[in-house]
C-alpha cells in the first residue's frame, strides 16, 4: 500500500491504518527497536508504542516520507526505553556507536548548546549529502538505526574490515568538517 493511502487511513481514523503502516514497516521498526535495545521483547512493544505513536500524531501530522517519520519515533521511544533499562548497565553494540562518533561531535547537555545542536545538525546533513552513497549509507546505518559493523557488512557485500575503515574515515572527514564550519574547535 502506498505511503499517502497509509496516511489517508489515519486521517479517516481507520485502524486498518495501524496493520497497513505495521505490514510495510513493522520490519524496518523493529530492526531499529532491536539494534538499540537487544531485546525481542522491547523492541516488540517499541514497534507497538512506536504505531500508538502515529496514531496520535497523525493527523495533525502528514509525514513525508512516512518511513523516515515512523523509524524517528521508534528510535526515539528506543533510546528513552534503552536509558530506562541501562541506567547501570552497558549495551556495548550502542554505547560503543556513541563513543565513535563523541570523538568528532561535541555533546549537547545544556540550554546553551540547543543552539550548536541545530547548527551541528544541518552541518551533519549538509556533510552527507557531499559524500557519496555507500559512505553516507554506511553513517546512517551505524549512527542513526545502530547496525552493527557485521550487518552493515553483510549488507553491502563487505568484508566488516571494510566498513570499519570506511567509518573511521568517514568520522575524521567530518570532524574535518565541522572544524572548517566553525563548530567545533
Not at 530492526?31 to 538499540?36: E, L, V, W
Not at 524517528?72 to 528513552?80: E, K, S, T, V, W
Not at 552497558?90 to 540550554?111: G, H, K, M, Q, W
Amino acid at each position: 500500500m502506498e505511503d499517502s493511502r497509509i496516511i489517508a487511513l489515519f486521517l479517516e481514523r481507520s485502524e486498518q491504518a495501524v496493520e497497513a503502516l505495521d505490514h510495510k514497516y513493522g520490519e524496518a521498526v523493529r530492526k531499529t527497536a532491536m539494534n538499540i535495545l537487544r531485546n525481542r521483547q522491547d523492541a516488540e512493544e517499541c514497534a507497538n508504542d512506536t504505531w500508538l505513536g502515529v496514531w496520535n500524531t497523525v493527523p495533525p501530522q502528514h509525514p513525508n516520507p512516512l518511513v523516515s517519520y515512523v523509524c524517528r519515533i521508534a528510535r526515539n521511544l528506543a533510546i528513552n526505553r534503552y536509558h530506562a533499562n541501562t541506567a547501570a548497565k552497558r549495551n556495548d553494540t550502542y554505547d560503543v556507536a556513541l563513543e565513535e562518533l563523541e570523538e568528532c561531535i561535541p555533546s549537547a547537555l545544556n540550554v546553551e548548546d540547543q543552539v550548536l545542536a541545530g547548527e551541528l545538525s544541518a552541518a551533519i546533513s549538509r556533510f552527507l549529502d557531499s559524500v557519496p552513497y555507500e559512505d553516507r549509507f554506511c553513517f546512517m546505518r551505524r549512527y542513526w538505526f545502530s547496525d552493527s559493523v557485521i550487518d552493515i557488512a553483510a549488507t553491502m557485500h563487505w568484508k566488516p574490515h571494510r566498513v570499519t575503515v570506511r567509518l573511521s574515515r568517514l568520522r575524521e572527514k567530518l570532524h574535518q568538517y565541522l572544524k572548517e564550519e566553525g563548530l567545533i574547535a
